[in-house]
């Protein structure tokens, strides 16, 4: 097994981690879309496993175009953090866009939020 850091295809050392179970886990090429199974060994090495897929443009430009169209930002109704892929610029959440208020309402704040619902009612 060889240690692996850069796409076998077109040499690119822009790889995204995808799914994991175990020691393994799926890479993804960003420039070429070639797809790769790869275990990560004590130490922090990666070693290839299996070639999944070669090369795909039309999956890597779609990648790109959502990396690029990437938010983080607490949304100004609400307080909520958010991050968004492929929206539209906005500063807020989709919760408070189409339910402008529901984190006053405590049934619909369970729903969307149960998290800080539980907190509010615990604190």
């Not at 097994?1 to 796409?7: P, S």
């Not at 420039?31 to 004590?42: E, S, T």
């Not at 039309?58 to 953090?81: S, Y």
Request: hydrophobic share 35%; glycine share 8%.
């Amino acid at each position: 097994m060889e240690i692996f850091n850069a796409c076998t295809y077109c040499g690119s050392d822009q790889l995204v981690r995808g799914p994991r179970g175990g020691a393994c886990a799926n890479v993804f090429c960003i420039r070429c879309g070639a797809k790769f199974n790869v275990v990560l060994q004590p130490g922090m090495s990666v070693v290839l496993v299996d070639t999944l897929t070669g090369p795909n443009t039309v999956l890597a430009k779609l990648f790109r175009m959502a990396e690029n169209r990437t938010q983080e930002f607490d949304c100004i109704e609400c307080g909520r953090h958010i991050v968004m892929v492929c929206g539209p610029p906005t500063s807020r959440c989709a919760a408070c866009q189409a339910m402008p208020g529901w984190f006053r309402d405590p049934e619909l704040a369970r729903i969307i939020d149960p998290d800080r619902a539980r907190e509010s009612r615990d604190g």
